[in-house]
């Protein structure tokens, strides 16, 4: 009897129930231990990996002056600490026509857990939410647990990944409950317009959904298009806003998220729902106390010119990827990124003589060249493959230049010619 290789093990397996996490660890787990080459790994989103990437002093300093108050060393409300939850909402509030108020605000260990509390509480019985593809699986993951129905709507690439409205009126119906966007875009580095903001905004107005905003990547936007929170849009439509600090100031192990509802209209509290929200995150745990305690000097302190150096390597970084994918035939780079970081390009498997997909091609990267890129189906696009372009100038040319050597020694000819 034939045994499976761990590829084809992979290959069985459907984005709901393998994470990105899980995916990268088994193509760590493939790399050939008697190749010299070192690993440079471009499919994990953690820019602290490369050393051009660090926070600022001024979120350094913040963490140890509350450490060192000692007086952040218990428990924090469930919901977060007041003053925390205060200065989110002023922050937020600096690009919305409305103020949020604390009661507006719950602290999150990171995104991901505000992501789990959003699918929770509007998890009821035959719920479904609309999900974009390709997205972050975790939503799928999340909803399982919950028995909650995800619907997935494609993002259009030939459009700069926009959503296909007409699909998302189709896959509404009566037991829909939100909508969820990702903007700035994880996987495919686009920013949205805000006329296309508006136009999903009115489409969920009129199926009566919530709007499940995950701007994790929040203002790390390089583009023609400025980044615009879909909070803006909270009189038309209900918005939870999901952010955290992990991206914008580059400390994504420290767990800092929020869940906001952006909803002046107060349909969340009318129906109660923050009671239940209360209820909710009194059973959760969230980030450690004395983090929660910096919060409001990081976020009052940080100067902008913090902020543009890494929006300056994160659009240098991003044109080189764009440059060097134009010379490797079997990947396309549909549009050009112009936020957060990380990109989707079409691979072409017809001028392969030896990869059969996407999860195929990028475990014979690894284990050929030690060059980690993301199969394409864990975010939900067979024969694609995500690129983080956050990473050092040098060592992006050098995988990049691995992965078109890995072309001419599996395409038909050795010039990568018919």
Same mark, same amino acid.
């Given at each position: #009897?034939?045994?499976?290789?761990? @590829?084809?093990?992979?290959?069985?397996?459907?984005?709901?129930?393998?994470?990105?996490?899980?995916?990268?660890?088994?193509?760590?787990? *493939?790399?050939?231990?008697?190749?010299?080459?070192?690993?440079?790994?471009?499919?994990?989103?953690?820019?602290?990996?490369?050393?051009?990437?660090?926070?600022?002093?001024?979120?350094?300093?913040?963490?140890?002056?509350?450490?060192?108050?000692?007086?952040?060393?218990?428990?924090?409300?469930?919901?977060? !600490?007041?003053?925390?939850?205060?200065?989110?909402?002023?922050?937020?509030?600096?690009?919305?026509?409305?103020?949020?108020? +604390?009661?507006?605000?719950?602290?999150?260990?990171?995104?991901?857990?505000?992501?789990?509390?959003?699918?929770?509480?509007?998890?009821?019985?035959?719920?479904?939410?609309?999900?974009?593809?390709?997205?972050?699986?975790?939503?799928?993951?999340?909803?399982?647990?919950?028995?909650?129905?995800?619907?997935?709507?494609?993002?259009?690439?030939?459009?700069?990944?926009?959503?296909?409205?007409?699909?998302?009126?189709?896959?509404?119906?009566?037991? @829909?409950?939100?909508?969820?966007?990702?903007?700035?875009?994880?996987?495919?580095?686009?920013?949205?317009?805000?006329?296309? !903001?508006?136009?999903?905004?009115?489409?969920?107005?009129?199926? %009566?959904?919530?709007?499940?905003?995950?701007?994790?990547?929040?203002?790390?936007?390089?583009?023609? *298009?400025?980044?615009?929170? #879909?909070?803006?849009?909270?009189?038309?439509?209900?918005?939870?806003?999901?952010?955290?600090?992990?991206?914008?100031?580059?400390?994504?192990?420290?767990?800092?998220?929020?869940?906001?509802?952006?909803?002046?209209?107060?349909?969340?509290?009318?129906?109660?729902?923050?009671?239940?929200?209360?209820?909710?995150?009194?059973?959760?745990?969230?980030?450690?106390?004395?983090?929660?305690?910096?919060?409001?000097?990081?976020?009052?302190?940080?100067?902008?010119?913090?902020?543009?150096?890494?929006?300056?390597?994160?659009?240098?970084?991003?044109?080189?990827?764009?440059?060097?994918?134009?010379?490797?035939?079997?990947?396309?780079? +549909? @549009?050009?990124?112009?936020?957060?970081?990380? #990109?989707?390009?079409?691979? *072409?498997?017809?001028?392969?003589?030896?990869?059969?997909?996407?999860?195929?091609?990028?475990?014979?990267?690894?284990?050929?060249?030690?060059?980690?890129?993301?199969?394409?189906?864990?975010?939900?696009? %067979?024969?694609?493959?995500?690129? @983080?372009?956050?990473?050092?100038?040098?060592?992006?040319?050098?995988?990049?230049?691995?992965?078109?050597?890995?072309?001419?020694?599996?395409?038909?000819?050795?010039?990568?010619?018919?």
């Amino acid at each position: #009897m034939q045994h499976k290789t761990q @590829t084809e093990k992979t290959m069985e397996s459907t984005p709901t129930n393998v994470t990105i996490k899980g995916i990268l660890g088994m193509l760590l787990a *493939n790399l050939d231990d008697n190749n010299k080459k070192r690993l440079i790994s471009l499919g994990m989103g953690d820019p602290t990996a490369f050393s051009c990437f660090t926070t600022t002093n001024v979120a350094e300093n913040a963490v140890v002056d509350a450490l060192n108050s000692q007086k952040f060393n218990g428990y924090s409300p469930t919901v977060g !600490l007041l003053q925390t939850r205060r200065a989110i909402g002023e922050y937020l509030s600096q690009n919305l026509p409305y103020k949020l108020s +604390p009661d507006d605000v719950f602290v999150t260990a990171g995104c991901t857990q505000a992501i789990e509390i959003a699918i929770s509480i509007l998890a009821t019985p035959n719920a479904n939410i609309l999900v974009p593809r390709p997205g972050f699986p975790i939503y799928e993951l999340c909803a399982a647990f919950r028995n909650v129905e995800i619907r997935h709507f494609d993002l259009l690439p030939e459009n700069g990944w926009e959503v296909d409205l007409d699909a998302v009126d189709a896959l509404a119906d009566q037991n @829909t409950v939100a909508i969820v966007i990702i903007n700035p875009g994880n996987p495919c580095g686009n920013v949205y317009s805000y006329q296309h !903001l508006k136009k999903i905004a009115e489409t969920a107005k009129k199926h %009566k959904i919530v709007v499940i905003a995950d701007e994790v990547y929040g203002h790390l936007a390089f583009g023609a *298009n400025p980044f615009v929170p #879909m909070g803006v849009f909270g009189s038309m439509v209900p918005v939870l806003t999901l952010g955290s600090l992990s991206k914008r100031w580059i400390v994504p192990g420290w767990r800092l998220g929020w869940f906001v509802t952006t909803d002046p209209n107060g349909m969340f509290k009318n129906a109660k729902t923050v009671e239940r929200l209360k209820k909710y995150f009194d059973i959760c745990g969230g980030p450690a106390t004395f983090i929660q305690a910096a919060v409001p000097q990081i976020l009052k302190e940080t100067s902008d010119t913090f902020f543009t150096r890494t929006l300056n390597i994160l659009k240098h970084s991003s044109d080189l990827c764009v440059k060097k994918i134009e010379d490797i035939p079997c990947l396309t780079c +549909p @549009t050009k990124p112009q936020g957060s970081m990380a #990109m989707m390009v079409k691979l *072409n498997v017809s001028l392969l003589k030896d990869i059969n997909n996407d999860i195929d091609f990028c475990f014979k990267l690894a284990k050929e060249e030690s060059v980690i890129l993301l199969p394409g189906l864990t975010v939900g696009l %067979k024969n694609w493959v995500r690129i @983080t372009f956050a990473a050092e100038p040098s060592s992006l040319e050098e995988a990049l230049d691995r992965v078109k050597s890995f072309y001419h020694r599996h395409s038909y000819e050795p010039n990568g010619s018919f």
